[in-house]
């Protein structure tokens, strides 16, 4: 069975040295977020996600959800007493504001603690991770009644929340969405129709199901300007605050899949459901935008959290499988043979899940970041910025950390040979579970369209130009660093690159669209590599300083930053000449071909 | 559930204006060879896999293997009916001499009915894939009297094959197996031990299992060079012809794994079991390395079969499912949505499928008329030079088409949305099923460094100049043809960079065989690249005769093979670029973390 041990210290070395504690602590509100306080929040969340969530990870995928012929659904022996536990710890509500039962700390914390509980156990953890996408739509659109009514609840975890997008006919092109809504008198609405793929759709672990649905409300206009966003509570909620009656939604299924088998994932059957409108009619969309920004970073890290708990289990399987001898002669002569961690091949593996996970982490906090400065600062110029780099960002973490992070469970399944494609060992469940990472949330060659066709033009780039600035102002300020040029020459020629990929679209792709879209995944893996490079500048200099500035183990841990940025630069960072090469080909080969040829 | 429909024409016309056909009919025994034969077993292949092997692809992914107490082992159902009808078309038996009751045809029909096979059931086909292995191996090193006993049988199938190399604590290193023999008086062995991994090791499907199984006779040195290879059949063969008294070996459990289990993937027991030595004592490696080198070819092809029918599938969903609207505006106006088809993202992951799948083709067989070459030529020196070429694309193909193979089923999968993550299309089946040929057979880092270490620098590096002056050969002869320069000057470049990699190498690798290894997974893609690249020219060049000569639909299949062939010129070449970064970058920050750093 494999084991997880939580990133703790580097966690702390991100968000301490890197993602700007003093900076974050500057905000209203955060006053009393502390280097103490950080530390305390991440060890106690490491122990509950090693301790109560990974030995149930195996358990989840092999018992799988059960649905019953009343159309109620068991979760996995062990879930249901982790989920209490997960509430009794206020986990639910973390980032949560005070007003709602919430604990009111910084995204960036959110996010650390997401990582742990995915890398754990990633079908279990998107059941309190669906329920913070609800509480952040909410948030947002809710009436302050719809708050007061659903927001204490939701946060504490004694219900758990859902979103209904797809359906049958459509996921990506949510403009075909049938599932009706028709005003009733009492100024609700009668909710009908099916919705397919819904994570946690039902499930035993909390009392009620807060669904959030799209639907169309009768006569509303063809396309997404006529969706309306919908609060559809499993059971209506009653006076005193606890549950009523059973409304008219239940789960018709449960989809037999490739992996996360620890999380129902239901066709919901609305059958005149009672609905309640959030936000305004026909801007359903918009409303539910919000949730799905704040989902799709939440499955970001959990590319990175598949990565991070696959490396770890291969590390530990090469220093102990032993094979042949080292090619530079036997380097443990007592042993029958060496491990395999002394060869070349197996380390370049190794080194390059690591060099992305650690890059991939500090890339996180570091939107979180701009994400808690967009919500908090209190001058609007740097909230405006801070939020344009959440958007601009935002595609580029969904899309590469997923899209690698699944490579990387591939690569650490590798490591163990046979032994990794047999169910025993969990690897292939890291490959099964970190798949739909990809997919979920925006394919990620959705991502990638809405990075080249949205967020690249938005406000005349005004996102993608302070992006620039910031990396080219870095690399500017220590170009004549002869410790930092390992990392910074490297960059400044990947950043050189995706400039002229950008350029390269402004020339050719306003008067063809298509040369954005055939090269758009390509660029959105380019951002990735100069964003991640960056970060690993970001820290080659932070741990230049603490490495200086001495401590306990901190010249090692820091020698063994240093030399995982050197091979990011070297190793991962080429593959940007590759991506530029790909874009600049343009749209011709790729769309020469008749649909019939296919 | 996924289609599958054997791509015939494709094959027919690689065979024919590929590799060479004239050439082939030309080797001493294949006079009959004719196009019609060709195309009649090519088209009765065809049928087999479509309308038997495909429907059961996913019954045997969901019923599995069962194994009962008495250690027999049942495969799923419909299994036993297929097996007897391969049988009965002496499909096992292709390629096999005639003196044995095989259909003494060329390895290059084996090769493309081995894709179809594996497409149409990859579990499935490792049945009979094995069988095969088993009967190069006796071919190769058994006596006459072995030959006359086991050789009919398993030419026919009434008797499958085995090899038995893994043991629980080595895979890779062979040095480590533990299995004894011991000699008896009559000239036969004892065999005691347990072998893992062993697909197909139990079933239902043949009358006898002929299990090779690698082990040390009694006082044998130790690692590689005590290793002796013995035949154990499940049932001692009888006087008669028959079977008779059971042996001492059985099978302990069934692995539960990610994919293929349709396959009995078997622990099996040997107690004492009754074996008898093929080839010298000590000599078992040498003799096993016959069965591995065809089975890695076997593998290479099972990689490029997932990708071609996740392709066809992938390809299919695109035409149908209906999402958004073209970027240059609506297509098909008649429709609320036009197929995904037509947005580029899309397109760029089935040319980029496709453009692999129909050079890998060409190269597998390509390097198959080799095999023959090498097997039939009437010139020593001609069946040298072509059995270099077959031991030095070995690794390449079985490497680069598995690794290969599987990223495209995770496209092919990825193009499906949501609906791949689910059971009932199957996409996830593909992905499943393809991991295992990453690892089996050697894992691709041992491929890898085979490569490097091995058939590289062999006979002072003959194959792999011989390989560089065919493909600059050919670049040299076709540089003025500006209809073959989209082909010929980017893989001018892809081979100048493989030169340079070589060269580096030369000057870095022998004073420090880490830089070898670390660059060795990039070398071989490097190769793999070049290798592709050079069987688009020669298909192109192919291609522009065969449209010029018109006849039936040519000129639309031809222009549709140019336009493929440029996609993998622009899109997927330029990744040779990379790959000589990487290799150039060296083993230093690759093996820069202590080992305690891990």
């Known amino acids: 069975m494999p084991n997880y041990r939580a990133p703790v210290q580097d966690m702390q070395f991100v968000i301490t040295e890197l ?193 959030l649905v799209l639907a169309r409300i009768e006569g509303a206009p063809e396309g997404t300007r006529g969706l309306s966003l919908f609060i559809v509570p499993k059971f209506l909620p009653a006076a005193d605050g606890g549950v009523g009656a059973r409304n008219a939604v239940s789960c018709g299924s449960i989809e037999e899949k490739m992996g996360i088998h620890g999380n129902a994932t239901c066709v919901m059957n609305y059958d005149g459901a009672s609905g309640w409108l959030i936000a305004e009619p026909n801007r359903g969309l918009q409303a539910m935008f919000v949730m799905m920004n704040e989902a799709r970073l939440g499955v970001g890290v959990q590319g990175l959290a598949m990565s991070e708990v696959a490396y770890q289990n291969a590390a530990a399987y090469a220093k102990e499988r032993l094979a042949g001898r080292a090619l530079t002669g036997v380097k443990f002569p007592q042993k029958p043979a060496d491990p395999i961690i002394v060869q070349p091949d197996v380390r370049r593996m190794l080194m390059s899940m690591r060099a992305f996970n650690e890059a991939g982490r500090a890339l996180v906090l570091w939107v979180a970041l701009k994400s808690d400065i967009a919500h908090r600062s209190q001058d609007a110029k740097e909230r405006q910025a801070a939020d344009d780099q959440v958007g601009l960002l935002t595609p580029v973490i969904k899309g590469v950390l997923t899209d690698q992070g699944f490579a990387n469970t591939v690569a650490a399944q590798q490591i163990f040979g046979g032994h990794g494609y047999i169910a025993e060992h969990g690897m292939e469940q890291f490959v099964r579970d970190a798949r739909i990472a990809m997919i979920y949330e925006g394919a990620n060659g959705i991502q990638a369209l809405d990075l080249v066709g949205r967020k690249l033009p938005r406000d005349g780039g005004r996102a993608l130009q302070a992006f620039f600035a910031e990396v080219s102002g870095f690399i500017k300020d220590h170009g004549a660093d002869a410790e930092l040029a390992p990392y910074v020459k490297p960059l400044a020629q990947a950043l050189g690159e995706l400039q002229q990929a950008t350029m390269w679209f402004m020339q050719n792709a306003l008067g063809n669209l298509e040369n954005a879209g055939a090269g758009s995944t390509d660029y959105m893996h380019l951002f990735g590599l100069v964003a991640l490079g960056y970060m690993w500048c970001l820290i080659a200099e932070a741990a230049k300083a603490k490495a200086a500035n001495g401590g306990n183990g901190a010249a090692d841990s820091m020698a063994a930053k240093l030399a995982t940025g050197r091979f990011f630069a070297e190793r991962l960072l080429p593959a940007a000449t590759t991506h530029l090469a790909r874009i600049k080909a343009g749209a011709a080969s790729t769309m020469a071909l008749p649909i019939e040829a296919f």
């Open 19 to 211: 993602a700007g504690l003093e900076r974050l602590a500057a905000l209203p509100g955060y006053e009393e977020v502390t280097p103490d306080l950080v530390e305390a929040v991440l060890a106690e969340a490491g122990k509950f996600c090693e301790g109560v969530l990974t030995p149930l990870n195996r358990v989840g995928d092999k018992e799988g959800c059960h649905r019953h012929d009343d159309g109620s659904v068991t979760t996995p022996t062990g879930f249901k007493d982790a989920y209490k536990k997960l509430t009794d710890g206020g986990w639910i509500g973390l980032s949560a504001p005070a007003e709602f039962g919430g604990q009111g700390l910084p995204a960036v914390l959110a996010q650390a603690v997401n990582e742990f509980l995915c890398s754990a156990n990633m079908a279990f953890g998107m059941y309190p991770g669906l329920t913070q996408g609800a509480i952040a739509a909410l948030l947002a659109h809710a009436t302050p009644e719809q708050k007061k009514l659903y927001l204490p609840k939701l946060v504490s975890g004694q219900w758990s929340g859902t979103m209904n997008l797809t359906e049958p006919q459509c996921g990506t092109d949510l403009g075909l969405v049938r599932t009706r809504a028709a005003p009733q008198p009492d100024g609700s609405y009668k909710i009908t129709g099916t919705k397919i793929f819904i994570s946690a759709g039902e499930h035993d672990l909390a009392e009620n199901i807060v669904h």
